[in-house]
């Protein structure tokens, strides 16, 4: 039987919510902090980048934790900005995966080496099982890349053939626009992020992949609104596997040579971490959970 609510000291239902930080293994930096808001109870999945060097260094230690703070563990399958662990041949250059930008034209071009992000695929699949022990809880991509035209049909043949027995599930990118109106902040990324990622859900479910129904947390990244804002409103509006993203982390001196994206990772981490989250959580009937605790069937309406 599944249990998608459970109830606070005071008998107020409390509903069943992905919260997952993206970026695990970028540094020990945000590996820390996401290790920590895991223990907390205020992340429920993260998934790892498994072609840095910070997986291998970590992984065991991840292990340990949820054992203990029993969390999701994926792959954020990485195509964009870091060094691959293929050559990634007519994809990477000079060593280096794309930007996102190039990534996206090509993609709607149709353009991509697929045979090259198949192989780059199985590898970080590969990297993570090295190191786990068992197969990721899901798959979804840094910069969404896993869900771009070309590549999510890619990622759902591999998964369908590597865990037919039991599939992960996948990051769905999209939502009714509906939905995010409501919401208002993050509105203009999500109907971009939405519209290139259009139609990937569907595909997963014909496969037999469970999806979310909702995807929040998108924003500039900027400091107005404030975090806790974004958040917030994050938590509220229908949906029955709604699934939230985050990037906390602590900024380090390998954080700063590998990503531009810095103070935005403090304050993310500031807020989650702070009592304010917990009564925001609270307030909003909501609770961080695995993703076999959300709804049973997501309705994928609009996508």
């Known amino acids: 039987m ?7 000291i005071e008998g107020n239902i409390l509903k069943a919510i992905v919260i997952c930080a993206d970026d695990y293994g970028l540094s020990d930096g945000v590996s820390a902090a996401i290790e920590d808001l895991i223990a907390r109870g205020r992340l ?67 353009a991509l080496p697929r045979d090259a992000l198949a192989e780059e695929l199985r590898a970080q699949l590969d990297a993570f099982e090295d190191e786990w ?33 039991r599939l992960p599930w996948l990051r769905n990118c999209t939502e009714p626009a509906s939905w995010a109106r409501r919401r208002r902040l993050g509105l203009r990324k999500a109907l971009v992020v939405g519209t290139l990622a259009a139609g990937s859900a569907l595909r ?34 229908p949906g029955e596997r709604v699934l939230v993203h985050c990037h906390p982390g602590h900024v380090d001196a390998e954080l700063r040579r590998l990503d531009p994206l810095l103070e935005p990772r403090a304050r993310e981490y500031a807020y989650l971490s702070s009592e304010a989250c917990g009564e925001d959580l609270a307030a909003a009937g909501r609770r961080p959970a695995r993703f076999r605790d959300t709804g049973s069937v997501p309705s994928l309406v609009g996508s």
């Open 133 to 165: 022990g068992a197969p990721p809880d899901f798959i979804d991509g840094h910069q969404h890349a896993h869900a771009l035209p070309g590549i999510r049909e890619i990622v759902i043949a591999e998964m369908t053939l590597r865990y037919g027995g």
């Open 2 to 8: 599944l249990f998608v609510c459970q109830a606070d």
């Open 204 to 237: 997963a479910t014909r496969a037999g992949i469970a999806c979310n129904d909702s995807f929040r947390g998108l924003y500039g990244f900027t400091s107005e609104p404030p975090y806790h804002e974004v958040f917030r409103a994050s938590l509220a509006g």
């Open 44 to 110: 429920s999945a993260t998934g790892a980048m498994t072609g840095l060097p910070g997986w291998k260094r970590r992984a065991a230690g991840l292990k340990a934790l949820v054992a203990r703070h029993p969390a999701d563990i994926g792959l954020h399958l990485t195509l964009t900005s870091q060094r691959p662990l293929t050559p990634a041949r007519g994809l990477a250059r000079d060593g280096r995966l794309p930007e996102i930008g190039p990534l996206v034209l090509r993609a709607l071009a149709g």
